[in-house]
């Protein structure tokens, strides 16, 4: 009989897409949101985390007790630290030092174990280091083919199935670009004129979860043929658009997905008639502790 109810993994995934209301202004585009920070461990990473220790499980390639190691500070560590938990995993996290305290409180509050370091090539450098030392196994989310897989096999599909298959643009800023890699994989195997619009920091700017890549540092999973279009986002821009979806759609979401919106209300002046999917990464609540709320908005 317990059989019937689902497991916290099984929460996982089937995010509402809703539409703005406001911010969109006039326009004969339909402007859809897919809300992430609904996972249950609050991201867009909780897929991607589940999705490589499952994967490895059923490869044999680690089995319940083991110990999984990954470098992160972000979203990924607290996924990571939940999917653990969820399959009897042991997870040590590496981390510079000076990640948000409610980052490293989740992470602790999931049961992983976190060793601080200087820097984020620290942080790298050990885990790989650790590895060598037999004391765990790295996942390495940039590099590991599970991560757009389970973009490929979950939120493209959604995306598809709640679109009714109208979706003509889906935009999502790109760190690991997993999201984006598994996602446009998916949606042009069905409908090949899809446009994919990834987004980028302009230099200078810095959105936590993205990376403007140099081309020698591009993530191995990325596949340039993927995306269509890459649009250059400033910090500014990213945070107004992040505000005023909170104080005028009711949509609390971090700078990252802010800048998503604010590429897809660009991409509307261009075009009419669009369907457009734009991926709001995680919650607000997790950037409170660093002020981008607390700036006026207009
Ligand atoms: C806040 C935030 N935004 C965007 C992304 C980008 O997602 P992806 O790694 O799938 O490109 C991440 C990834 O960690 C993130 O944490």
């Known amino acids: 009989m317990s059989q019937h109810y689902p497991t916290i993994a099984d929460c996982v995934g089937n995010t509402p897409l809703v539409r703005l209301q406001r911010l969109a202004g006039k326009t004969s585009n339909t402007l859809l949101l897919k809300l992430e920070g609904n996972n249950p461990a609050g991201s867009v990473k909780d897929r991607p985390a589940l999705s490589m220790i499952t994967r490895a499980e059923l490869r044999g390639d680690i089995q319940p007790g083991d110990v999984l190691i990954e470098a992160t500070s972000g979203n990924t560590g607290i996924a990571l630290a939940m999917a653990a938990a969820i399959k009897g995993y042991r997870m040590i996290l590496i981390m510079p030092d000076n990640s948000t305290a409610e980052r490293k409180a989740a992470m602790t509050a999931y049961g992983a174990q976190l060793i601080l370091v200087g820097s984020m090539e620290e942080a790298r450098d050990l885990a790989l280091q650790m590895q060598a030392d037999g004391k765990g196994k790295v996942l390495d989310q940039f590099a590991n083919g ?121 991409l509307s002046q261009e075009v009419e008639n669009a369907v457009m999917v734009a991926i709001i990464c995680d919650r607000g609540d997790r950037y409170l502790s660093s002020g981008v709320y607390d700036a006026a908005s207009h």
Not at 149 to 171: L, R, V
Not at 210 to 229: M, S
């Open 146 to 266: 599970d991560n757009p897989i389970a973009h490929y096999t979950s939120t493209g599909p959604e995306i598809w199935q709640q679109t009714g298959g109208q979706i003509t643009h889906f935009i999502s800023s790109m760190g690991t670009t997993g999201t984006i890699m598994g996602v446009s994989h998916f949606l042009k195997e069905q409908k090949p004129e899809v446009q994919i619009v990834g987004l980028q920091p302009m230099e200078g700017a810095t959105i936590p979860g993205i990376r403007r890549w140099q081309q020698e540092y591009l993530p191995k999973i990325y596949q340039a043929e993927r995306v269509d279009r890459i649009i250059d986002m400033g910090q500014q821009e990213a945070e107004d658009v992040m505000r005023r979806l909170a104080r005028e759609e009711g949509i609390f979401c971090g700078v990252s997905s802010g800048g998503s919106v604010a590429a897809m209300l660009r």
